[in-house]
């Protein structure tokens, strides 16, 4: 039998549990040698990147939809929080520093939460799509990615006109699970995010142009039954071409994908696997 953790004992443990995580984050960068990018720009850099948008209310399974009307307002309030922020040379990019701690008295409501593999409710549900915006924009960038965490191991919903590879995606939790992006380019770079009454939208722009551009792409996706277990499976590629020859550059394999699939398998292609 697995020992437990800690923070799995009661919920006091798993408060206790977060706020050391919390503390514990302070702490590293309070004595961190990073300089954290925290200076916005109301005038736009000239040069659009990679521009993006994300549907708020989507149909995830039977998710009750006033949490995504309430993702909606969440976004309202965070949005504008990153929206305009320039990342120098040296700088490091971290949500959390930009957006704060979610709370309900800043006006963030119950939206939808992913803890454990499990959809549950909670505050200011919905900063993973955020997230999930800004991490699909890096990757279309030279910028490094120097703190990222998944939704390992599971595919929770079924695919509803699906726009980027599953895979993809980002996990966090304030503040001791960010997501931080590292300029290590002579060139400045701004997030410019902001919502519409469908769509969180964004742009990365830049001080100046690239020489390259970037293609994201998923290879030899499939469902597969393991030991009576469907898995969603696949690989997610990252390559760089010239932007003037169109010859390619570099390809990195950036996801190996084994989820579990936790929906309805019915109607889905399954290769049994030998």
Known sequence: MKRKLFCEYSPLTYRIAVNKNIAMRHIKDFFGLEKIAGTKSVEKLPVVIYAHKSLIRRVLGNVNMELQENKAVNLSIAAPKVNGILIRPGEVFSFWKLVGKITASKGYKDGLTISNAKVQSGIGGGMCQFTNLIHWMILHSPLDIVEHHH?????????????????TGTSIMYNYLDYRVKNNTDNTFQLIT??????LCGELRAQSELAVKYHIVAENEKFVRENGVVYRTGLVYRKCLDKRTGNLLKQECIRQNHAKVMYDTKGLDIVDKN
């Not at 939704?151 to 895979?167: A, C, K, V």
């Open 151 to 167: 939704h390992d191991g599971f595919d929770l919903f079924p695919d509803y006109n699906r726009q980027i590879p599953f895979g």
């Open 194 to 199: 902001y919502v519409t009454d469908t769509y």
